[in-house]
């Protein structure tokens, strides 16, 4: 994107509810979510951005929608990076620790194989960041990747 020229921004959506909330509060972390990422996105709006880029993991179609009602006038596109089990918990295993890399082991072993997604990417050990985000800017109809492919935008 950054090559594209075209206005964006990305959001780790972690990030936006990472907080450890008072014991008698009554706002959840999702709850904590929504609101930031209306704020954010109304800010990124009056700087003329275009395009959103959001990463986080999803688990159910409530969570989705309550993103989707929190980014007005935006028609959200919601991808599945695919990663197979053993190669994701070995990423896992390489960035957490302790309670942290539990919690993440639990919820890869839960996880099922498809969700509220509109799209599904392979990001299996064997591609390339670049590719991978080529296809996902694709997918998304943001960018014309046989042109990429064409032009050598993607082998570098």
């Known amino acids: 994107m950054e090559e594209s020229g075209v206005s964006y921004a990305l959001v780790d959506l972690d990030w936006l509810a990472w907080l450890r909330p008072a014991a008698d509060a009554t706002v959840t972390a999702q709850d904590v979510l929504v609101r930031n990422l209306r704020g954010v996105w109304e800010t990124f ?3 003329g951005v275009d ?6 993991f999803v688990e159910s179609h409530e969570q989705l929608e309550a993103i989707r009602a929190a980014l007005v006038d935006v028609d959200l596109l919601a991808m599945r990076l695919v990663v197979p089990r ?18 993440h082991l639990a919820l890869v072993a839960l996880q099922e ?10 990001n299996d050990e064997g591609r ?13 109809r943001w960018l014309d990747v046989d042109l990429a492919l064409r032009t050598g935008a993607a082998a570098t």
């Open 128 to 140: 390339r960041p670049r590719d991978v985000a080529l296809e996902i800017l694709g997918t998304a």
């Open 113 to 122: 194989p498809s969700g509220p997604e509109d799209a599904v990417i392979d």
């Open 51 to 56: 395009r959103l880029v959001l990463a986080r």
């Open 45 to 47: 709006r009056g700087a």
């Open 86 to 103: 053993p190669v994701l918990e070995e990423r896992l295993r390489r960035r957490d620790t302790g309670r942290e890399l539990a919690e």
